[in-house]
């Protein structure tokens, strides 16, 4: 892998830290969403002569929730591990920044993605 791809795992991280420290521009948005009504949380953002709203996650509905494969508690324990010591190195604060590559991270990604291959297809590039 290059390493300046992002794995599927970093984008992941990326929305995780976006909403974590933006929480107070975060919101609902109502959208259209394979030409349903639907709804995703989103990033509020002020540009020069618009507002825009940056999508991060679609909220599942009560019938998609019951869709939802069993998850590895185990596995999600040692993301969010993981993902708690990677914010710790990582100082984006804007959301321009997560736009960006950013090379240290994407290495200890790259590793972290070797290391967890064979535990779920979660982590592969995109």
Do not use: W
């Not at 794995?7 to 259209?32: F, G, I, N, W």
Request: aromatic fraction near 6%; glycine fraction near 4%; charge should be negative.
């Amino acid at each position: 892998m290059k390493n300046n791809q992002k794995t599927r795992m970093q984008k992941h991280y990326e929305k995780l830290t976006m909403a974590k420290r933006m929480s107070h521009d975060l919101c609902a948005v109502p959208v259209q969403y394979k030409g349903k009504p639907a709804c995703v949380l989103a990033i509020r953002k002020e540009e020069e002569d618009a507002i825009g709203f940056l999508p991060i996650a679609r909220i599942l509905e009560q019938e998609d929730m019951g869709n939802i494969n069993a998850v590895d508690y185990g596995l999600a324990e040692a993301f969010k591990e993981a993902f708690d010591s990677i914010a710790e190195l990582d100082e984006r604060k804007e959301l321009h920044e997560f736009s960006e590559q950013h090379e240290d991270l994407n290495e200890i990604f790259i590793e972290l993605v070797d290391i967890l291959e064979d535990a779920s297809d979660i982590a592969t590039v995109v």
